[in-house]
């Protein structure tokens, strides 16, 4: 938690008038600064853990043959078997995108001679999600078993993170709130009330992965994916009135 304090305190002269401080009129014209009170501003990050339950990675097919047409011939066949295997695991036809597909020339160079074309390289990518993160190495076993030889990934998210990042909003102004007690005590003043609010920019998923010792249950011959843990934050700022 990162705490950022700030104490602005507001002057009284005589009765024919007031001074408030030049920094007191900085602090902004949303919140009116008020007679014998301490502004105080605090940061705080909080946060909710959750294990990731979608998992979002790429497959594909590279192929290579002497011409462009035989390269997309044989990578359209073995990609249309990934495809298919892809559907036979149950991954639901909303959750497979093609991601890109790409056909260049191959090419031999030799010193002080003109490029050569050797060939053709044809790619099939697709982008998958998996709901199932536990069945995931299986069906990537699977998909090389069909032609698959090209895999990136997998990103790890969580499907419901809103509700996960409205409980770490909650968590980042009971931190605030209690650093201002802190705060307050120490100064040997109260919080009286809250006069802003704001919000830090909330991170995009995918998050940063923390992997603990700790697996979702697979076939032992499946290639691995744990989940882990992950931490989504909220940074709030909001400042308190103190007297």
């Not at 997309?72 to 890109?100: F, I």
């Not at 982008?127 to 990934?153: K, M, P, W």
């Not at 009971?174 to 920019?201: F, P, W």
Request: charged share 20%; glycine share 4%.
């Amino acid at each position: 938690m990162r705490i950022l304090p700030l104490f602005v305190l507001a002057l009284t002269t005589s009765a024919a008038g007031v001074a408030v401080p030049a920094a007191a009129q900085q602090a902004g014209a949303s919140a009116p600064v008020l007679l014998d009170a301490t502004l105080l501003d605090v940061v705080a990050e909080g946060k909710a853990t959750r294990i990731p339950d979608v998992a979002t990675l790429r497959a594909g097919v590279v192929t290579q043959a002497a011409t462009a047409a035989a390269a997309l011939q044989e990578n359209a066949a073995r990609m249309t078997r990934v495809v298919a295997a892809l559907r036979k695991a149950g991954v639901a036809p909303r959750d497979v995108q093609t991601a890109q597909i790409a056909l260049s020339p191959q090419y031999r160079y030799a010193e002080n001679q003109p490029p050569v074309i050797t060939g053709y390289q044809a790619s099939n990518q697709v982008s998958v999600r998996f709901r199932d993160i536990a069945r995931s190495g299986a069906i990537l076993d699977a998909l090389v078993a069909e032609g698959a030889n090209q895999i990136q990934g997998p990103d790890l998210s969580v499907d419901a993170a809103e509700q996960a990042l409205d409980e770490a909003r909650t968590n980042a102004m009971a931190r605030a709130r209690a650093r201002a007690e802190l705060y307050a005590k120490a100064a040997g003043l109260r919080v009286d009330r809250i006069l802003t609010i704001s919000e830090g920019d909330a991170p995009s998923s995918p998050q940063p992965i923390v992997v603990h010792a700790r697996m979702q249950s697979m076939a032992a011959d499946s290639t691995p994916v744990a989940a882990g843990e992950q931490d989504i934050t909220a940074t709030v700022t909001v400042r308190f009135l103190l007297r």
